[in-house]
DNA sequence: GGATACATGTAATGAGTTACATGATTCC
DNA sequence: GGAATCATGTAACTCATTACATGTATCC
């Protein structure tokens, strides 16, 4: 249902696009926020317009289809985004690795935790400088957002690493565990 | 792979456990990191075993197995957390309501975006009590990393919401877009 | 004796990844 | 003419959800 959603909504904001086009999208700016390969992208256009969520506008070079969001498509995504409880299913590898983070020796701990936290730095950055191009308040840009939660749980993760080292290493202080 | 390196981690940080129990697990204390139904741990048991990284260590009353991490398991652990590049496809379908709020006018934008305020609040609150039980500096006790992260992620989500509903109503104060 | 919780499984379906397959246009 | 990029698709497999199916122990 979400990448369903998230191709009506592409659709909607962007205008005419072909699948090459969003599969790109979610490999660069949408990266942050939900990923598909073009395997998955182009049979869900299909359904879609079976649906009648979605139209072929025209077919240009190369095979090309554009597609368009129909009223019946405006009207799904507005009824999702609405009325549809969100799934709140917690599945993040990230807090996984945390939790089982003490089945680890002291220094294979604190390795793991350094480079999280270096990762999460170096996204933040990245993130932060895309929000940065959104940001003027005259913009009601898409992804301004998407950008600033991005933001807000990259720096989070990226500060709970840092925590943690401090943790660990208090607990090597005191001789604890291992 | 990722449920199977949470059923090792769990068999190592419980010890000897039945599949009911570990499912139980997911549902309550690991909702915030990682989740699984029954009908997928029973069957990934049954692959573990046949792989040699558990054991059955003895079957109990009403048809109870009670699964122990082999020697094996505990390297598979180790290997996937220390040499195993994580995976960090995002796919959060928060972030991607936030990504579409723009698709929707005002009132429905606010109005989303305030029973995420509340949700993650709440869930804040929640983890956050969660947390304050392992919390003990002197406790080298499972969960402490994942709750820490937990209450970060969660309340970085409740302060993006007020960010968004202050930004909302700005939008609306200057009587800008729809 | 009946409700509830414990306990384990399978089947059908949907979602997502990796690999296979093909061809057209553009840039140099 | 050759490489890179644009462009679309399918197949096999893994991962996850929902529904179906069954039986046992305990609590009251």
Redesign the pocket.
């Known amino acids: ?3 369903r959603m998230a191709l009506l909504g592409l659709l909607v904001t962007k205008g005419p696009t ?4 969003l ?2 999208t979610f490999a660069d700016s949408l990266s942050h926020v939900w ?6 992208v ?2 869900e ?2 359904r879609l317009a079976e649906t009648g969520l979605v139209t072929v506008q025209d077919e ?6 554009r597609y368009t969001v129909t009223d019946a498509g405006r009207d799904a995504l507005r009824h999702w985004l609405t009325e549809v409880e969100p799934n709140r ?1 917690v ?1 993040n590898e990230n807090a996984l690795r945390a939790f089982l983070l003490p089945t680890l020796d002291r220094e294979d701990a604190a390795r793991l935790v350094r480079k999280e936290a270096e990762y999460y730095q170096r996204r933040t950055e990245e993130i932060t400088r895309q929000r940065d191009m959104l940001r003027d308040p005259q913009s009601t840009g898409f992804g301004v957002y998407a950008a600033e939660l991005g933001v807000r749980i990259s720096s989070a993760i990226a500060d709970w690493a840092e925590w943690a080292e401090a943790r660990l290493e208090a607990e090597r202080a005191r001789g604890n565990g291992g």
């Open positions: 249902m979400s990448l072909n699948g090459y086009a599969t790109r990923s598909a390969q073009h395997s998955q182009y049979p256009l299909a240009g070079p190369r095979g090309q289809k299913t599945r």
